[in-house]
């Protein structure tokens, strides 16, 4: 089934410890993103990339990087956790060609940082 | 700034009608986007307008006003399945998304 699958489903980690969260998309879609979601806010953008190759800074970038090294995968990398990114985690995928496009989500990670 | 104001929670009656609103102020406009979130779940997309007026697609449906930066997301013969969060998302001039908290709605049998 064509979509966007995360890894992990969820994890608990330890302040100061690196993490990467994957995100692979099967729709040869160009444009992928990384969404945190907190409880009484909208989604806020981390980063995102309208193709592969290229990366760009979202709304709250700052604690994260990301790579986009072919198309269908966008890990997003915490270099040292802090306990303010405590969140669940949100992949997307869109055409991204330009117009105005939908967005498809994953499943989400829940990530705990103590 | 970029801003969306959705309410934050909502009640309604199983088989009612319910209209969740949403206003928005972006940098550029490129369509208005309502997502459905289940609880523990991934935003699934609902609708798309970029014109004015109503689109209409089974029981929900959804207007827009861009002269009044209004839109308004409609939800007709209530289900309990409908309880959920509904997410505005304004596209700005970039293609980006800004998003509002979500309207949690709460169907009571």
């Known amino acids: 089934i064509a979509g966007i699958t995360q890894a992990p489903t969820s994890q608990i980690l330890a302040a100061g410890r690196r993490m990467t969260l994957r995100c692979t998309q099967d729709m040869r879609h160009n444009a992928m993103y990384w969404y945190r979601q907190d409880l009484g806010l909208g989604l806020r953008l981390i980063h995102y990339s309208n193709t592969a190759g290229t990366t760009g800074k979202g709304e709250v970038p700052d604690g994260y990087s990301v790579s986009r090294a072919n198309t269908d995968d966008f890990p997003l990398t915490l270099a040292s956790a802090v306990p303010s990114q405590t969140s669940v985690y949100f992949c997307?995928?869109?055409?991204?060609?330009?117009?105005?496009?939908?967005?498809?989500f994953g499943p989400g990670t829940r990530l705990t940082v103590l | 700034g970029q801003n969306i104001d959705q309410p934050t929670e909502m009640t309604a009656t199983e088989g009612a009608i319910v209209q969740i609103n949403c206003t928005y102020q972006?940098?550029?406009?490129?369509?208005l986007f309502w997502y459905q979130q289940h609880a523990g779940e991934a935003p699934t997309f609902l609708s798309y307008n970029v014109l004015d007026g109503l689109e209409e697609k089974g029981r929900f449906s959804s207007f827009l006003s861009r002269s009044k930066g209004y839109s308004y997301l409609l939800l007709k013969e209530l289900q309990m399945k409908d309880s959920a969060s509904y997410l505005c998302a304004a596209m700005d001039s970039n293609y980006q998304l800004i998003w509002g908290a979500g309207t949690k709605l709460i169907i009571k049998p």
């Open positions: 972006t940098s550029g406009f490129n369509g």
């Open positions: 997307a995928s869109s055409d991204g060609d330009g117009r105005p496009d939908t967005q498809y």
